[in-house]
């Protein structure tokens, strides 16, 4: 087996390899400290428990989940054309602000708001400076729905 490095992709054999993680560090060759990819999850794991998962099923994943997005961004379109077939009413969804810790987890989300047409303003700032300047950025986008999320 290869030996598990910084970076890597892998999951645990332990968990039946439910959730995809990248290698954030390593403690003295024998603990991994691991963040979700796909899933918002920090956890550490023995490396013996690890599999290196190759990127082309990562990217298999990835798809995967495009894939159920774009069907429940097309369902929605259709719900809101039937609404709006059904009513006069102007439908207004709101303006979001979402504030995350992490860049990755903040650029997908910021993907999956474009992709059901939402209006989101997603702000990558570390989780220590979020309280600082969460009242300031309310002012500036006057959100109907903020959103903090931290690990």
Not at 99 to 109: M, T
Not at 129 to 142: A, G, T
């Amino acid at each position: 087996m290869k030996n598990v490095r910084k970076g890597d992709i892998v999951a645990r054999k332990s968990h039946n390899k439910d959730v995809i993680f990248i290698v954030d560090r390593i403690i003295k060759n024998q603990i991994a400290i691991l963040t979700g990819i796909t899933t918002r999850l920090k956890a550490d794991s023995y490396i013996d428990d690890l599999e290196i998962i190759d990127k082309r099923d990562v990217q298999k994943v990835f798809s995967e989940i495009d894939k159920k997005i774009d069907k429940h961004a097309n369902n929605t379109e259709i719900e809101k054309n039937s609404l709006f077939k059904r009513s006069n009413k102007v439908i207004y969804t709101g303006k979001i602000l979402h504030l995350d810790g992490d860049k990755r987890y903040s650029e997908k989300s910021n993907m999956y708001y474009k992709k059901m047409g939402l209006k989101a303003i997603v702000r990558n700032i570390p989780e220590s400076r979020q309280v600082s300047v969460v009242n300031n950025l309310i002012d500036r986008y006057k959100p109907d729905i903020l959103v903090i999320t931290r690990s």
